[in-house]
């Protein structure tokens, strides 16, 4: 059976150790961890992670390479977070966002997840990011939470 492949933005990382969201953040690393799903994770996550404290930068280093697929900035992927922006889906400002969507969607990952409910698992927003991939030819790959891609049918 094929595993999933999740995209994982900062927050979730940060979310390991955050009160608010870590439940849900600790509970996808352990799936991560077990191996039930693979992480994709970009060098603008790890970027991101530079500045934060030692516990979210080492969450990073607890996953085994078996468990995850290390993603490289692209022009593609450049080019397409480009589109969204042109298309008013997130702001200027927000351009890390949309490479996220477009790191996520370039990598054919089946699932991207973030705690960023502004800019990303926002259900107008994921409209008009899929509906871009679309237009394209692209996968659109589901946006959730990581609560919402959790198994519950298995004990964690």
Request: charged share 25%; glycine share 8%.
């Amino acid at each position: 059976m094929k595993r999933l492949l999740i995209y994982v933005d900062a927050s979730v990382v940060g979310g390991c150790e955050d009160r608010e969201f870590s439940e849900g953040s600790l509970k996808l690393w352990q799936c991560f961890k077990e191996g039930s799903y693979r992480m994709a994770l970009s060098e603008l996550t790890l970027n991101e992670l530079k500045g934060a404290p030692d516990a979210v930068r080492k969450r990073v280093g607890e996953i085994g390479p078996a468990n995850v697929v290390l993603l490289p900035d692209s022009d593609e992927a450049d080019e397409l977070a480009g589109e969204y922006l042109r298309r008013g889906i997130v702001g200027p400002g927000s351009r890390a966002d949309a490479q996220h969507v477009a790191l996520a969607t370039v990598a054919q990952a089946d699932i991207l997840v973030s705690w960023n409910f502004q800019h990303i698992v926002n259900v107008g927003r994921i409209r008009r990011f899929h509906a871009v991939n679309i237009e394209l030819g692209y996968s659109t790959p589901e946006i959730r939470t990581p609560f919402e891609v959790l198994d519950y049918e298995r004990e964690i």
